[in-house]
């Protein structure tokens, strides 16, 4: 029997050999055995010699996941899988393959979390070629399933001490901020959300979900964006503005109607932990409730650096339609998103590059200068961060990058207000009021990026010029 994976005859065991041959019959049979199993074991000059008998309880059945300390582990059974990939019977070897290859899926898929025991799989140093191959392609299946958990929401866990205790709007954002690994800051006045209670049974909601609770005990005034220092920052929200969460995305809509068009411009973001690499609006389309349909006009699609928003403007007509008019609106978008990477830099005193393949991304400390920026001073601090990838991912990594400077004793520094951060002609500037000692870079694992397309519907647009 050949292997199809291989194009080679597969190493199989042979029959039983006689309880009650002669020696000299025995002997010639072990011989003729011995040169059936060296002929198929023999890979790219590395012999593979056969692996000792599967205990028993190892072999088919469906998948075994089990929870450990509230954790998933490995299936007990997973040394004998391990065990079997290097058995000499080529099926034994591909059924432990594929009953492996589910597991992972399977576990990865109910635990919603990257697989605790992938290190097992590792192959280990001087073992045969063939072993070495199963073994990272079910890495690589781990990897591929690990992807898509980037699409998988974040979910609300409220502290226990909020039972006793109602929390308040800034507790609320507090966590959140907490939760996701970023820092928070406040363009609003934070005594008046600290004012406000937070509204109860957000347990279980996604990010956005519990961030739309809050805006909306706020009377909705607030916004979020976020900075180029990996802050998301509490702003006021803006007028004419129409707002949808769907998983780990958040869109908004904002319209301006004008003479005879109608002009809308739809931000896109996603949860703190993933970076909106790229995106491109598929399709657009827009009907009355009526069931009339209008065709809209996909004007740009942009990236502000300076306030790190990404957006799209659309046009729609208005001739013929009653005032006001309503209307629904879908986008379908491609989006791009990867998962953050953070790199550590301690030593400040000369450039270093920071991404596979080198020199895609590299940064310089430049020289404190004082600054008289739209009207403040003060001394700045200067990091420049210089985007010079060869494999057309610039536009990407200025979408994502953030910079984000600690004191000595690893608290935040804030950027700084007098110093306007942007990317453009290879190039990024991040300003900072005092001296930074540690600095984190927030960039793209692109390795990992997966895309998805998305339907975004905005329903009861209120489009007319009369609004």
């Known amino acids: 029997?050949?292997?199809?994976?291989?194009?080679?005859?597969?190493?199989?065991?042979?029959?039983?050999?006689?309880?009650?041959?002669?020696?000299?019959?025995?002997a010639q049979t072990i011989i003729a055995r011995m040169k059936t199993l060296l002929h198929g074991c023999i890979v790219a000059g590395t012999l593979m010699l056969p692996?000792?008998?599967?205990?028993?309880?190892?072999?088919?059945?469906?998948?075994?996941?089990?929870?450990?300390?509230?954790?998933?582990?490995?299936?007990?059974?997973?040394?004998?899988?391990?065990?079997?990939l290097r058995k000499m019977n080529y099926t034994e070897r591909q059924r432990a393959t594929d009953r492996l290859s589910t597991l992972i899926q399977s576990?990865?898929?109910?635990?919603?979390?990257?697989?605790?025991?992938?290190?097992?799989?590792?192959?280990?140093?001087?073992?045969?070629?063939?072993?070495?191959?199963?073994?990272?392609?079910?890495?690589?299946?781990?990897?591929?399933?690990?992807?898509?958990?980037?699409?998988?929401?974040?979910r609300f866990a409220a502290p226990a001490a909020w039972k006793k205790s109602a929390p308040s709007l800034t507790d609320v954002l507090g966590h959140l901020a907490h939760d996701a690994g970023i820092d928070l800051e406040y363009g609003v006045a934070k005594e008046t959300l600290q004012?406000?209670?937070?509204?109860?049974?957000?347990?279980?909601?996604?990010?956005?979900?519990?961030?739309?609770?809050?805006?909306?005990?706020?009377g909705n005034t607030i916004a979020l964006e976020y900075r180029h220092n990996h802050a998301m920052r509490i702003v006021s929200a803006r007028p004419s503005e129409y707002r949808l969460s769907q998983g780990g995305i958040s869109a908004q809509l904002q319209k301006t109607d004008w003479g005879d068009r109608a002009f809308q411009s739809v931000?896109?973001?996603?949860?703190?932990?993933?970076?909106l690499d790229a995106w491109d609006v598929v399709s657009a389309t827009a009907k009355?409730?009526?069931?009339?349909?209008?065709?809209?006009?996909?004007l740009s699609h942009e990236y502000q650096y300076d306030l790190k928003r990404s957006y799209f403007l659309m046009q729609l007509p208005l001739k013929g339609l009653p005032k006001p008019a309503l209307v629904d609106i879908d986008y379908t978008v491609r989006l791009r998103v990867s998962p953050r990477r953070i790199v550590r830099v301690t030593d400040l005193s000369r450039p270093a590059e920071l991404m596979d393949p080198p020199g895609a991304f590299t940064f310089t400390r430049m020289q404190p200068h004082d600054s008289d920026y739209q009207r403040s001073s003060g001394t700045v601090?200067?990091?420049?961060?210089?985007?010079?990838?060869?494999?057309?991912r610039d536009e990407d990594i200025f979408n994502s990058v953030c910079c984000r400077a600690l004191d000595k004793e690893g608290k935040a520094i804030p950027m700084s207000n007098s110093v306007w951060n942007y990317g453009r002609g290879g190039v990024v500037y991040w300003g900072f009021p005092r001296q930074p000692h540690t600095l984190e870079f927030i960039l793209p694992n692109d390795r990992r990026s997966i895309q998805k397309t998305e339907t975004l519907r905005f329903k009861n647009v209120r489009i007319s010029p009369d609004s």
Request: hydrophobic share 30%.
């Open 381 to 392: 601090h200067m990091i420049m961060g210089r985007v010079n990838a060869d494999d057309g």
């Open 1 to 26: 029997m050949n292997s199809p994976e291989y194009g080679r005859p597969a190493c199989e065991d042979g029959p039983d050999v006689a309880p009650h041959m002669g020696d000299r019959s025995l």
């Open 288 to 298: 009355t409730p009526e069931g009339k349909l209008i065709d809209p006009t996909v």
């Open 267 to 275: 931000r896109i973001q996603t949860e703190p932990g993933i970076l």
């Open 107 to 154: 576990q990865i898929q109910k635990s919603g979390r990257a697989l605790g025991w992938k290190k097992r799989l590792e192959p280990p140093d001087g073992v045969e070629l063939e072993y070495r191959r199963r073994l990272q392609n079910l890495i690589a299946v781990c990897d591929e399933e690990e992807k898509h958990l980037l699409w998988r929401p974040s």
């Open 51 to 84: 692996a000792d008998p599967l205990p028993a309880g190892g072999g088919g059945g469906p998948p075994d996941v089990r929870k450990v300390d509230g954790d998933f582990g490995p299936p007990p059974d997973l040394d004998q899988l391990l065990h079997s």
């Open 195 to 218: 004012s406000i209670k937070a509204p109860k049974n957000l347990d279980g909601k996604t990010f956005w979900e519990t961030f739309d609770d809050v805006r909306r005990a706020s």
